[in-house]
C-alpha cells in the first residue's frame, strides 16, 4: 500500500525567505509524484508532478521540487516565498499507470510579511 | 471554459436526511472521482468510476452513494448511514491513463 507523510503541518517563513515542504512517501513500485496547492475553500491546483526522466522538476510559480529515490522523498521549494504563496499544499502519489492519487495530510504556509 | 463544477458551494442538511453533492464535467475525462477532505487529514478517496455505469469504492465509502449514468455527471450521495458527514468534498476528473487528477471547487456541507 502507498502512503505519504508531510512532515509539518504548519510551515511559516518570512517573505523572501526560501521555502522547504517536506514529503516522504512508502511505495512498492516506481510512484508517480505530485504537489498541489489549495487556496481557502477552494479545490486543488496541480503545481508539479514526477512520472519518468529528470527528477528535479518545476512547476508553476516558481516552486519545484526533487524526487530522490534512495531518500523516498519528494520535498517541494521555492527559493524566495511571497505573500501570494500562502496556502495549504498536498503531496500525493500514486502507481505507475495508476489513476488513484494518496494523498499526505497537508502543509499550511503562511508567509511573514 | 472547460472543468469541473460542483454545486452547491455550501449545503446545510439535517441530521437523519440523505442530501445529494452535484459534479460535472466538460473536459471528456473517462475517470472521476470523490474525495473527503477533513482539517489535519488531508484528502480521503471516497468513490471513484473510470467508465459510465461503473464505480468503486474508495477508502472511506460507508454511508455514500455514487452513481455514473454519464460521462459527465457523477453525484454524490450522503445518506443518512453517514455519521459524521459534516466535511469539504472535492471532485476531480482525469483522461484514462492520465495521471492528473482535475478538481472542482469544492462543496462544503454542514449538520445542524
Known amino acids: 500500500a502507498q502512503s505519504v507523510t508531510q512532515l509539518g503541518s504548519h510551515v511559516s517563513v518570512s517573505e523572501g525567505a526560501l521555502v522547504l515542504l517536506r514529503c516522504n512517501y512508502s511505495?512498492?513500485?516506481?510512484?508517480?509524484l505530485f504537489w498541489y496547492v489549495q487556496y481557502p475553500n477552494q479545490g486543488l491546483q496541480l503545481l508539479l508532478k514526477y512520472t519518468t526522466g529528470a527528477t528535479l522538476v518545476k512547476g508553476i510559480n516558481g516552486f519545484e521540487a526533487e524526487f530522490k529515490k534512495s531518500e523516498t522523498s519528494f520535498h517541494l521549494t521555492k527559493p524566495s516565498a511571497h505573500m501570494s504563496d500562502a496556502a495549504e499544499y498536498f503531496c500525493?502519489?500514486?502507481?505507475?499507470?495508476?489513476?488513484?492519487?494518496?494523498f499526505g495530510q497537508g502543509t499550511r504556509l503562511t508567509i511573514n510579511p | 471554459d472547460g472543468g469541473i463544477t460542483q454545486s452547491p458551494k455550501y449545503l446545510f442538511r439535517k441530521e437523519g436526511q440523505n442530501v445529494t453533492l452535484s459534479c460535472e464535467q466538460n473536459?471528456?475525462?473517462?475517470?472521476m472521482y470523490w474525495y473527503r477532505q477533513d482539517p489535519g487529514q488531508g484528502l480521503r478517496l471516497i468513490y471513484y468510476?473510470?467508465?459510465?455505469?461503473?464505480?468503486q469504492k474508495g477508502d472511506i465509502a460507508e454511508g455514500y452513494s455514487v452513481s455514473r449514468e454519464k460521462k459527465e455527471s457523477f453525484p454524490l450521495t450522503v445518506t443518512s448511514a453517514q455519521k459524521n458527514p459534516t466535511a469539504f468534498y472535492l471532485c476531480?476528473?482525469?483522461?484514462?491513463?492520465?495521471?492528473?487528477?482535475?478538481f472542482g471547487q469544492g462543496t462544503r456541507l454542514t449538520v445542524v
Open positions: 476531480a476528473s482525469s483522461q484514462t491513463g492520465a495521471t492528473v487528477a482535475f
Open positions: 468510476s473510470q467508465i459510465v455505469n461503473d464505480f
Open positions: 511505495s512498492s513500485v516506481p510512484p508517480y
Open positions: 500525493a502519489v500514486s502507481e505507475q499507470g495508476a489513476q488513484k492519487l494518496v
Open positions: 473536459l471528456n475525462h473517462d475517470a
